[in-house]
């Protein structure tokens, strides 16, 4: 085999791997960050684009992701998710995990007057990847299979696995965009999307975790297309609702 072929293979090879993740892919959480500004006065962009400086909405929605590649931010990464036995509901604890991670930086904000700018910006990051994982459904999922990153299956005739799928495959291949996703507000009452943005990150849990039986949803390891069109819907509706709940935190904190 030749050097050329030879490399031609490697990247076959490479593409093939199933993907291991850990958040809405860029696509969804730069979604998540543009319903979130859409609904946001003037204010209140002002002062998060004042914090964040040259870094982008887009970029401090998926800052926690890239940073996996630095191991002094190893610490972060039981921030992404939690894990709950099926069948079960979350019950409070101190371990490290996406509620505690989320309250954590909201609660340092609220005394953002101690806080240095580069620690404010810190955690104005954190929210915006947070808020948007919370949202989608693997992210509250079960430890037995690592929130569906050991659940391999042929995606559209493709090799992924089931967290990957629901993170980053629908969205691009379906291409969603924020034009999709917030027309569903009209599904909403007033009272209802006032209810989704209470800032009680405990009850964020409830939405995602009751989609876990439509994300399991499929036989043989096969995700065809009728998976997909059943479930589109269900993808849109959770990057609308951490929009809005993203932004209800960023008018908390940046009051």
């Not at 003037?42 to 002062?47: A, G, I, N, Q, Y």
């Not at 079960?88 to 953002?112: M, P, Q, R, W």
């Amino acid at each position: 085999m030749n050097k050329r072929s030879f490399f031609s293979f490697l990247l076959v090879l490479l593409t093939a791997i199933p993907t291991v993740s850990f958040g809405w892919g860029k696509a969804g959480h730069g979604i998540v960050a543009e319903i979130a500004f859409s609904m946001l006065d003037k204010s209140t962009k002002d002062k998060v684009n004042e914090y964040l400086g040259p870094t982008t909405i887009e970029e401090a929605s998926t800052w926690m992701d890239e940073v996996r590649k630095d191991h002094s931010y190893d610490y972060m990464k039981p921030w992404h998710y939690v894990n709950i036995l099926k069948g079960k509901e979350y019950a409070e604890t101190s371990d490290d995990n996406i509620v505690n991670a989320l309250n954590k930086a909201i609660d340092e904000l609220g005394h953002k007057d101690k806080l240095s700018r580069e620690d404010i910006k810190k955690n104005l990051m954190i929210i915006f990847h947070l808020a948007g994982d919370m949202q989608m459904p693997l992210h509250c999922g079960y430890a037995s299979d690592k929130g569906g990153n050991d659940v391999e299956v042929q995606y559209l005739g493709r090799k992924a696995n089931l967290h990957w799928v629901w993170d980053n495959e629908m969205i691009v291949s379906e291409k969603i965009t924020i034009d999709d996703c917030l027309p569903l507000l009209k599904m909403y009452t007033k009272q209802e999307i006032a209810a989704l943005r209470r800032t009680d990150i405990k009850s964020w849990i409830y939405e995602p975790r009751a989609l876990l039986s439509n994300v399991y949803d499929f036989k043989d390891g096969v995700i065809d297309q009728v998976y997909v069109d059943r479930n589109k819907k269900v993808v849109e509706t959770q990057l609308l609702i951490a929009g809005i709940r993203l932004a209800a935190v960023l008018e908390e904190v940046m009051r």
